[in-house]
């Protein structure tokens, strides 16, 4: 990966050519951090927020993908003694709900194929109350040095998705984030800094699903359960992810979602059906053998969405 590669030069790099923003992001990260806070940072890389945050916080867990990366990181941090590394990828944390203080990301939304799905997974861990902060380099500001963000992309960084101030705002307000305050690092490459409120891991349609549950006394409410398949193909499957858990062995929600959404003509292309194949997809096997006839009906379906299973699935174990 380009970021092993990269772990030497790292802070060189970013020192010479984006050195005021580079050297100013930790502290101002820090400014959000309390003495008894337990924090997790996501991609931490060479350790410029961790150090930082490791100084004022009562214990800090630094996550990253690339080792090499999290070395440096580590001799920043060895001399604070509370702080642990571990790899983790951040869009599927290995993390109960709820268990930081403060959750940070920085500098990494801009490279991931699937940002919602990261930042739904720092709310989700993060605890009702706290806080979850995202400084992300806009590098399509009116203030972005071009010849920077060439450097960048010659030496292996690809900006999948580019923001100005306003478009990283309107990325959370897509979300439904609208609890957040933001601030920019000017320089050469400015940040700018998301401080999002964690309200519980989730935005208020999130909890008034979760408080009006499709499954009550034994029996799957379809009116309820197509609200929850909306939203969940609205707003990726985290809800499915925490609401589903526990029932995806359940052959009678099998059974309704393929008869009520992947095989009802009433439902065609709708987003609920949609949502049925995300929930489909997670669903234990033998849910499904339960339902033999009906998936592969269902399977035969031409497009994607109306299918309960991957195209690549030869589904023998059936
Ligand atoms: C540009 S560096 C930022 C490092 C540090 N946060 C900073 O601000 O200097 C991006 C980091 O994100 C890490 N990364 C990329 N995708 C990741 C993922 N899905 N989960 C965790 N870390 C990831 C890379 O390994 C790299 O260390």
Known sequence: MIWDKVAGVYDSFENLLNGKVYKELGNRIAEYIDENDVVLECACGTGAISEAIAKKCHKLVATDLSSKMMKRAEEK????????????????LNCRDERFDKVVAGNVIHLLDDPASAVWEMLRVCKS??????????????????????ACEAAGVQFKHEFTLE?????????????????VIEGRMPCAVAVIEADGWFDSKTKELLEN??????????????????YINTYGDNLAKRYFKNHLSDPKLAEVLLREFSLNDV????????????????MDRDALRANKELVLEAQKNEVYWKRPRPEDDDM???
């Open 77 to 92: 941090c060895r001399v604070y003694g509370n702080t642990v590394f571990r790899k983790a990828n951040m869009c599927a």
């Open 129 to 150: 109350g706290g806080k979850v902060i995202i400084p992300t380099y806009i590098n399509k500001s009116d203030k972005t040095s071009k010849l920077l963000v060439k």
């Open 167 to 183: 478009s990283y705002k309107e990325f959370f307000i897509s979300l439904g984030m609208y609890k957040a305050e933001f601030f």
């Open 213 to 230: 549950p499709p499954y009550v006394d034994g029996v799957w409410d379809t009116d309820k359960l197509y609200e929850y398949l909306v």
């Open 267 to 282: 439902m065609d292309g709708s987003d609920a059906q949609l949502g049925a194949a995300v929930v489909l997809r997670m």
């Open 316 to 318: 023998s174990w059936l």
